[in-house]
């Protein structure tokens, strides 16, 4: 069983930044990606940002340009840097790695850990 273990969320105002961690139970290189999704309240989970076991890093497009993915694989931990936050980023969190599996990838999902920016 993984486990994915989100920190860093907190309470920020517009224009600040926060870094999320996210710590794996294995090696990160064990996952095909890595990536943060979150959730406001009465909308549907979305992805923010990726990163494969390659390093490429994938980002949603209204992210781009203010938030980075990266990862320390000797601590098993994807991060992301999130600049320039606006109210509307407000939202739960949550880390997600994906492994191989057959018929289909399997995910697994931390937490979430609640990121709030006030105007």
């Known amino acids: 069983q993984v486990q994915l273990v989100e920190s860093g969320g907190g309470l920020v105002q517009a224009g600040g930044s926060l870094r999320l961690s996210c710590a794996a139970s294995?090696?990160?290189?064990?996952?095909?990606?890595m990536g943060w999704y979150r959730q406001a309240p009465g909308k549907q989970r979305e992805v923010v940002a990726q990163?494969?076991?390659?390093?490429?890093?994938i980002y949603a497009g209204s992210m781009k340009g203010r938030f980075t993915i990266s990862r320390d694989s000797a601590k098993n931990t994807v991060y992301l840097q999130m600049n320039g936050l606006k109210p509307e980023d407000t939202a739960v969190y949550y880390c997600?790695?994906?492994?191989?599996?057959?018929?289909?990838?399997?995910?697994?999902w931390g937490q979430g850990t609640q990121v709030t920016v006030s105007s």
């Open positions: 294995r090696t990160i290189f064990s996952f095909n990606t």
């Open positions: 997600n790695g994906r492994q191989p599996g057959w018929p289909r990838e399997v995910d697994s």
């Open positions: 990163i494969t076991s390659g390093g490429v890093t």
